[in-house]
């Protein structure tokens, strides 16, 4: 089933701009489908990626639904609407007060999976978590040797496949498989996990309204951030203006 929305191409890479409800509505509709639908959640990190990650561009190019995380691509993509991958996934497990859904949680580092599924049916008693794991070390040049994975998966066919490797991997590791896999979704969640379990702080909700998300993160973590916020605050727009400049005096 392919459904098709209102999108715009940033830099080669296609963003869907999607209201909440409008995500709802593909999600209710792709858990009756047959085969596996990839859903990607794009920040400009993403898209700075992708002008030198070809693998990671059509990877999120063959991704059915790909939503907008940042505001950074709301202003110089004009792209309408923004919903948090961070919160989206809340969203998903709300659904389970309707339906009994299954997840399968994938990734995080050591046992982070694991903490999360406590917290997550504890909150959602309507809500099934059917596999927790790290999935190991995953080469993403070699993501045949990742099988074991997707058997474990599929011998229990989550409703909702939950990957945490971070980008460009989990969103290659998805588009890679997920003509094999036996779930109905699969979706990139990045850190995702580990903001369920507290490893990491998420940003007071007047920086995330704000879109000053990435300024939190630098303060908390200077050393592990510095190069990802340099990627979204200054190489991506100067990136997009660039391009912009470029197109319009051709």
């Avoid at 007060?97 to 694991?114: E, H, P, R, V």
């Avoid at 099934?128 to 229990?156: H, M, P, W």
């Amino acid at each position: 089933m392919s459904i098709k929305y209102r999108h715009k191409t940033i830099l080669g890479v296609r963003v869907d701009d999607v209201e909440l409800n409008q995500t709802i509505d593909f999600v209710n509709i792709v858990l009756n489908d047959d085969h596996c639908h990839q859903i990607a959640t794009i920040n400009p990190e993403f898209i700075v990626e992708a002008q030198k990650n070809e693998q990671f561009r059509q990877a999120l190019n063959n991704s059915d639904l790909n939503i907008n995380d940042s505001i950074g691509i709301k202003i110089f993509g004009r792209i309408k609407n923004r919903i948090p991958g961070a919160d989206f996934i809340y969203h998903l497990f709300e659904l389970s007060f309707q339906k009994k859904l299954s997840f399968y949680f994938l990734g995080g580092i050591d046992d982070t999976a694991i903490k999360a599924t406590k917290i997550i049916k504890d909150k959602y008693s309507n809500l099934e978590i059917v596999g927790a794991e790290n999935g190991g070390v995953v080469d993403i040049d070699n993501l045949i040797s990742t099988k074991d994975i997707i058997a474990r998966i599929n011998k229990v066919e989550p409703d909702i496949l939950l990957v945490a490797f971070g980008h460009p991997k989990q969103d290659i590791f998805i588009d890679f498989w997920k003509e094999n896999l036996k779930a109905k979704i699969a979706i990139g969640i990045g850190g995702s996990l580990d903001y369920i379990v507290k490893s990491q702080i998420r940003a007071p909700k007047l920086f995330r309204e704000l879109g000053l998300e990435w300024l939190w993160r630098l303060t908390l973590e200077p050393k592990k951030r510095w190069r990802r916020i340099v990627n979204a605050v200054w190489i991506f727009p100067k990136t997009y203006v660039q391009a912009a400049l470029k197109n319009r005096f051709k």
